[in-house]
């Protein structure tokens, strides 16, 4: 996305089953931009979500937790890594069925 903004635009649109966000977007970062998602109200407020970045100091990661990132992986990261933390918040999901 070239923003936080668009990104916002497009989960309502196409209500995804994960948000995969970068913390340092442009226009709406994406702690701003989970904390709007949160206040939705919608079946989406409760996406599971992943801060991919690579702010990673031990503030950037509790911050994260704190407005509602479920996960946090540091920028380069491995694409088995990705796909596992997925596949983690998926099912921690308080309402997932499976």
């Not at 709406?28 to 939705?40: E, F, H, P, S, T």
């Not at 989406?44 to 509602?68: K, L, Y």
Request: hydrophobic share 40%; charged share 25%; aromatic share 8%.
């Amino acid at each position: 996305m070239e923003s936080g903004w668009a990104a916002l635009e497009e989960i309502q649109k196409y209500n995804p089953e994960v948000l995969i966000c970068d913390i340092g977007l442009p226009g709406l970062d994406g702690y701003q931009l989970l904390k709007k998602i949160r206040k939705l109200g919608l079946e989406i407020s409760s996406i599971p979500a992943i801060a991919c970045t690579a702010f990673t100091s031990r503030e950037d990661v509790r911050h994260a937790f704190e407005v509602g990132f479920q996960a946090h992986i540091v920028k380069p990261f491995d694409p088995d890594k990705l796909v596992q933390t997925i596949m983690e918040v998926i099912h921690s999901r308080p309402d997932n069925r499976d």
